[in-house]
C-alpha cells in the first residue's frame, strides 16, 4: 500500500504543467474566454497566508473555468513602486531597485509551490521600464486629451521627509514615516481631471450588477452628488478688489439659521487678509501646519479667527454675520466657505458654543420642542421636522422637501441658483519622491512645460542615486535632471516629481492583455480579453483603486487605448475576507508586551505555553501583523503538509467573505481528511468487490447531487459549501457497498469536483484511477437531472400547528394518496383520539397538516 506524500506529488503535478504549457494564455475563437485577476501584490518579500487565500480563490475559479471549456487569462504581476522601497534603502543603504526586485524572486518563489495556474509569461512590475514607459505614453496621451492638467494646490508636506504625503499616509497629524508634523503647503501640482468624469463613473455603477452592494455604495457615497444652492453674501467692510464671499451648500433649507461665515485660510479673502495683517497671517500659518483630510478635520479642535468683517444676509440687510477663517474648511471643497448653521451641524455647534456665537434653529423636533438646542438637532433629509423657519408654506416636512423649496424661493428671490455638485476632487498625481514612475515633461525657460516626444520614452529612473539626505534624490542629480527641449533644443530641467502609486494600478489589468507590447495595448488582444471577468481583491480597495481604474478605463478608450466595451473594465468583483491568528505575548519586566511567533507557542490543557514552560497571554482572531508577529509562514504550511492542505483549509473554515482564522489544528485536520481521500482511491485501486444493485443506485445518485452541489458553490462563490458537501460525498464513498465499478466511477468524479482547490492531490488519484491526460483539461462533470429526482420523500405531519409524526411516500405519490396513508399511521390515529380531522392539507414534497 502506497502512503499520501504531498512532497512528492506536488513536485511532479507541477511540473507536468510547466511541460505542457498548461496555463498559457492564448487568443482563440474557438472557445469563450474567461479573464479571472487578482489584486496584484506589493512585494514586501514574503507572502503570507492571507496572499494563498486570495491568489487561491482565483486560482479555484480559473481552474473550474478550464474545466468547463473556457479559454482562461489568469495573470500575475507586482505593484511595485512606493515609499517602503525607499524607506528599505535609507535604513539598509541599498538601493530600492535591488531591494524590489530581489523581494519580487523571494515572493515568486514562495508562490509557485502553491500550484497557482497562472500564466507566468505575462508577468509584470509596475518598476520595469517595460511597464512604466507604456504609463509615461499613457501620460502624453491623456495630456493631449485634455485628461491631465497642472495647478497650485494645498498639499499634505512633511518637513523631515520633504515630500507631499498622501492623505492615508498622515496618521494623526504626523507623517506616517518620519514622525513629523505635517503641514499644508501650497505646491504646483499635476492632476487627473477625474471630476469631470463623476456623473459617468456614479451612473456606470448601475450596471455593475455582479458587484457588492456596499462596494457600489462606497463609491458612490465617495463620488457625492449633491443638489444645493450656490449664492453669495455681501461684504460690509471687504478689502479692496473683495466685495462678496461665494458660498455653495446643500442645506439651504438652514439659510435662516445662520450665524457666522467661516471661510478656508487658503480662501483669496484669506490671504489677502494675512498680507497686511501679521495676526491673520501667523493664525493661517499655524493653522496650515494641521492635517487636510476630512476625518482630520472633523476630530480636531475647531478654531477659528475673528477678522472683523461682516457680511450682509441676502433676506435681510440689516443682519449682518460675522466672517471667520476656520481650521475645518478646505478650499478644494465647495468654494472654500460655507455659513454656519450651529442648530443643525455638529461642527458648527462646537464651533460656535466656543466662540460665543447665536445659536438658532430652522426647524425642530416637533412643534412644541424648545427652541434652546444644548446640542445639534441632525436628523437625515429623509425624515419629516417642524420648520419653524422654513421658505415653504408646509411647517412639516422632510429635509429634501426643504431644500427643494428653499431652492426654489432663493432663485424667485434673486438669491443664487440651484447647482448639482459632486464631492469627488480631481487625483492628484505627483510624489516628490524616487522610487516611482517619472512624470515625461521638461520645464523649459523658453517653450514652458514640454511634454516629451514619445520616441525618448521610457524615460528612466537613473540607478545612481543617494538617499543620504531627505528629500527627492531627482532634484539632486543634474545628468539626469537637466536634459534638451524636446521642442526647441534648449536647455531645460526634467520634472522631477514621479506618479503616485495609484496610476500603476490603474491600468495593469489592460497591459497583461498584453504585457510585451511596444503600445499600452495591443487593439486585437484588448478586445479579446477585456473584460477582467472576474476580479478578486480586499475591501480596503473599495474606494480610491476601483474608482481610478474605472476612470483610467475611460481615459484608455478616449484616447484610443481600449474599446467602448472596456469603459468599466470588471464585470464582476469579490471582496475576500482576512486570514486572523491568535497573538501570543508576555510581557518584560517594564509591562511592555512581547509578541511570539505562533510555531514558537505549544497549546495544551487548554493554555499556550513557550518551550521553558513560561505561559502566554492568548488574544484571538485578531488581524495578522508583522509587527505583532501573529504571521503564519505558508512555507513552512506547504512544508509540512502541502499546498493542498494550505489550499483546502483557507477556503473551508468559512464564507470566503468573512475573515477565516487559521489555527494549527485546523491545517492538520485537513491533512488528514486529504490522506483519506488518497486511502479511499488506493483502497478502489486494489478492489475487486460486486457489489449490489441498490448501493450503487444510491452511490451514483449521491455523486450527481454532489456535481450540482459543489458546481453551484463555486459559481457561487460559496467555496466552504462546496467543500462541506466534498466532505460528506468522500463519507458516502468510504462507506459505500457499491460495486467496485461504481465506485471507481464516484472516486474519478470526486477528484475532479475536488481539483480547482487541491489540484496537485487530484491529478495523482486521476492518474490512479485511471483517467486519461491531465485532470485539469478534463470536461466538467455534469449532474444528470433524472438522478436529481427523489424516488421517495419523507414528510412531517403537523396536527394543529404541532409536530407529532413523519411519514416516507413515493415522490409522486398524488395528495389522496399521501391523506389515506397519514390517517392509517398508528401515531396520527393515537393523537386524533377518535376526532375526525376538519382539514388535511398536503403540500407536496413538503409536509402535511392536520387541522382538528
Known sequence: MTTYSPSDIEARWQAAWTAADAFKAVPSRDKPKYYVLEMFPYPSGRIHIGHVRNYT??????????????????????????????NAAMASGGHPRDWTYKNIADMRDQMKPLGLSIDWS????????????????????????????????????DPVDMTVLANEQVEDGRGWRSGALVERRELTQWFFKISDHSEALLAGLDGLDNWPAKVKLMQSNWIGKSRGLQFSFGLVNGPEGHDRVEVYTTRPDTLLGASFVGISPDHPLAKALERDDPEVAAFCADVRKGGTTEEALEKAEKRGFDTGLRVRHPFDTAWELPVYIANFILMDYGTGAVFGCPA???????????????????????????????????????????????????AWQTGAEAVDAAIAFCEANGVGHGVTKFR????????????????????????????????????ELPYDVSFDVPGNPLDRHPTWRDCACPRCGAQARRETDTMDTFVDSS???????????????????????????????GIEHAILHLLYSRFFARAMHMTGHLPASASEPFDALFTQGMVTHAIYTTQRGDGRPVYHYPEEVTLRDGGAYLADGTQVTVIPSAKMSKSKNNVVDPVNIVQQYGADTARWFVLSDSPPERDVEWTAAGAEATSKHLARVWRIVDEITRSD????????????????????DVTLGIESFGFNAAIARLYAFTNTLQRSQASVAVRRQAAMVLAQLMSPMTPHLAEEVWAMLGGSGLILNAPWPQADAAMLVDAEVTLPIQINGKRKAEITVAADADAGTVEALVLALEAVQRNLDGATPKKIIVVAGRIVNIVV
Not at 512604466?132 to 494645498?154: N, S, T
Not at 505627483?430 to 512645460?449: A, E, F, K, L
Not at 468487490?689 to 450540482?708: F, P
Open 344 to 394: 443643525h451641524d455638529a461642527r458648527d455647534f462646537e464651533f460656535a458654543t466656543k466662540y460665543e456665537l447665536p445659536i438658532i434653529a430652522t426647524f425642530l423636533p416637533s412643534e412644541e420642542a424648545e427652541e434652546h438646542l444644548t446640542d445639534a438637532y441632525v436628523p437625515t433629509k429623509a425624515e419629516r421636522v417642524f420648520y419653524n423657519r422654513g421658505f415653504a408654506g408646509e
Open 424 to 459: 469627488l476632487r480631481d487625483w492628484g498625481l505627483s510624489r516628490q519622491r524616487y522610487w516611482g514612475c517619472p512624470i515625461p515633461v521638461v520645464h523649459c525657460d523658453t517653450c514652458g512645460v514640454v511634454p516629451e516626444d514619445k520616441a525618448n520614452l521610457p524615460i
Open 57 to 86: 480563490m482565483g486560482d479555484v475559479i480559473a481552474r473550474y473555468k478550464i474545466a468547463t471549456g473556457h479559454n482562461v487569462l489568469h495573470p500575475m504581476g507586482w505593484d511595485a513602486f512606493g515609499m517602503p522601497a525607499e
Open 689 to 708: 468487490a460486486v457489489g449490489d444493485a441498490a448501493a450503487d443506485q444510491a452511490l451514483l445518485r449521491d455523486m450527481h447531487r454532489a456535481i450540482r
Open 507 to 537: 491600468w495593469y489589468y489592460a497591459r497583461f492583455t498584453a504585457p510585451r507590447a511596444d503600445t499600452p495595448t495591443v487593439a486585437e488582444d484588448a478586445a479579446y480579453w477585456m473584460n477582467v471577468d472576474q476580479y478578486i481583491g
Open 122 to 157: 505575462r508577468e509584470l512590475a509596475t518598476c520595469d521600464p517595460e511597464y512604466y514607459g507604456q504609463q509615461q505614453a499613457l501620460f502624453l496621451d491623456f495630456l493631449e486629451k485634455g485628461l491631465i492638467y497642472r495647478k497650485k494646490a494645498v498639499v499634505n508636506w
